[in-house]
């Protein structure tokens, strides 16, 4: 029934077409750092408008919290306008009361994965965020390593990293904020720490300070309710979708300005 292939050819299949795509991405326009809802959000309108997206992933999968909502039940919930994206996504939901709105965490998940792939983002999987590429007084892309390498005993964990370059890096890496907290350890960033439970406050509010933290680096998702000291807003991701959105349209905004400027730039010293 099977077409016939040696072992070797499903080997080298894999080497050439992973290795192929890889070299292309050792440069991106923009580095998501985390594939939750709001990395992946991000990510894929990034990558609708046409520019070239990685995200790098710790887990295997991909996801974050989105698969699960509240408490290992696996119902997410999304509050007015979040359900304008759900529709985008064509995810199926429902409304239990006026302005909040109920979707099944796999389904939801699974659609926005399908969209971000479609959308043509490339993903390193198992792949962990170590370090900033950081020059110039900007982030100008990540170090990472494969992540079971943070596994292995102490004495043969001297494997070295690798970097990635970037136009712009998006930390959607949740409660952590680990790319930012790369920044606070070298006194370049002061963060908080998220505030307790008020969902009211909080997603208008994540949604507010979406954008760029530093130089090079745009925060979105959980990660700017830590950066920030804003409260947590328990398992509801409206707010997740909405400031990944954000994300990718400033991220849009900061790359176009710069080419804009390099074009000037060009084109004076082309009249000199
Ligand atoms: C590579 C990494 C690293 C690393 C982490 O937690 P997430 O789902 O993040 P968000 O911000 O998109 O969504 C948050 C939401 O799920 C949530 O937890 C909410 C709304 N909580 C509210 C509350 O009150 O608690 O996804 C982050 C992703 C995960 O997939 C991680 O594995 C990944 O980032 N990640 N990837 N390198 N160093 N650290």
Known sequence: MFQRVSEAAISKAIVWEFSRWFQDYLVSDVIVVGG????????????????????????NYIGGGFWIGGYLMNTLT??????????????????????????????????????????????????????VVYRNKRVEG???NWT????????????D?????????IDATGHEASVCKSLEKRNILKLADFGPMDVN??????????????PGLIVTGMAVSTA?????????FGGMLLSGKKAASEAMKLITSEITKETSRIKEEVAL
């Open 161 to 169: 990293p690798i970097s990635l370059e970037a136009k712009i890096v």
């Open 78 to 131: 999304f509050r007015a306008p979040g359900e304008k994206i759900l529709e985008e996504l064509k995810i199926p939901y429902k409304e239990v009361e006026e302005g909040l709105f109920v979707a099944d965490g796999p389904n939801a998940c699974a659609k926005l994965i399908s969209a971000t792939c479609d959308a043509g983002v490339k993903i390193l999987n198992m792949t962990k965020f170590d370090d």
């Open 228 to 236: 920030y000291g804003i409260a947590r807003m328990g398992p509801t």
């Open 201 to 214: 406050t909080s997603e208008d509010l994540v949604v507010e300070h979406t954008g760029q933290i530093h």
């Open 36 to 59: 939750g809802p709001s990395g992946l959000m991000a990510a894929k309108d990034l990558a609708e408008a046409g520019f070239k997206t990685l995200i790098v992933e710790s887990n």
């Open 142 to 144: 990540v170090v990472v």
């Open 148 to 159: 079971p390498v943070s596994a292995l005993p102490r004495q043969i964990t001297c494997v």
